[in-house]
């Protein structure tokens, strides 16, 4: 079946750095694509979203970048800051009402 | 606040016991999903209602049965649960349409004994 991967299961950056969060999603019908932040002891909580019209979308430091070529998904966030600390997902949606997830990369930020 | 509200936040209960998680949410959304989260899995699509109609039931054992009474409150009803169906049971409200953001509540952490 189809499923969303990510590359590092965590991944730890300085205080202040820049964090690159990747995903590689597997449905070529995948149109949408969210990515989320789930702090512990919390749901998940809506980051950003982009759609399979375009290839980047920039928030409040954050940017997703979308290469539907290799169908691979990213996340940077600018200027890392101790609150980034969380489990980010990715998400691809190919059809009505179907959300397929990843299994979430740890974010680690450093002092 | 995400504006979406599960409870109780934790349960435990026995394999012969019957309980129900609630979910209610306040965005004005008309679509509810249920999803279960299982450590190093990732997240399953349990049930989504459109319109307080159910329009997605992955394969789920008949032990969970949904309720949507209106678009707002979204149940789950379990009985004769078993130990692999412990894990976090999360709630999402989204606009219908699919391809929308969800808003996730803070999850009912359930475990079976």
């Known amino acids: 079946g189809e499923s969303v991967g990510l590359h590092l299961p965590t991944l730890s950056v300085q205080e202040g750095d820049n964090s690159i969060i990747n995903c590689a999603y597997s449905n070529s019908a995948s149109d949408y694509f969210i990515w989320y932040k789930q702090e512990s002891g919390k749901g998940p909580q809506f980051i950003i979203d982009?759609?399979?019209?375009?290839d980047k979308r920039q928030g409040q430091r954050v940017t997703v970048l979308l290469n539907k070529t290799v169908k691979h998904l990213s996340l940077q966030i600018a200027a890392t800051q101790p609150g980034d600390s969380a489990v980010y997902f990715c998400?691809?949606?190919?059809?009505?009402?179907?959300?397929?997830f990843g299994t979430g990369t740890r974010l680690k930020v450093l002092a | 606040e995400t504006g979406v509200t599960q409870t109780p936040r934790h349960l435990v209960m026995g394999m012969t016991n019957k309980k129900s998680l609630k979910c209610e949410q306040h965005l004005g959304h008309n679509a509810m999903y249920w999803y279960k989260q299982s450590a190093k899995k990732p997240l399953e699509l349990m049930f989504v209602y459109s319109l307080e109609e159910r329009v997605e039931n992955n394969s789920v054992p008949s032990r969970f049965s949904p309720e949507c009474p209106n678009s707002s409150h979204l149940f789950l009803h379990l009985h004769t649960l078993q130990p692999e169906d412990s894990a976090l049971y999360l709630c999402?409200?989204?606009?219908?349409?699919?391809?929308?953001?969800?808003?996730f509540g803070d999850g009912t952490r359930l475990s079976i004994l």
């Open positions: 982009i759609r399979s019209n375009m």
């Open positions: 999402a409200s989204s606009r219908t349409g699919g391809d929308q953001p969800q808003h």
């Open positions: 998400a691809e949606i190919p059809g009505t009402y179907k959300y397929i």
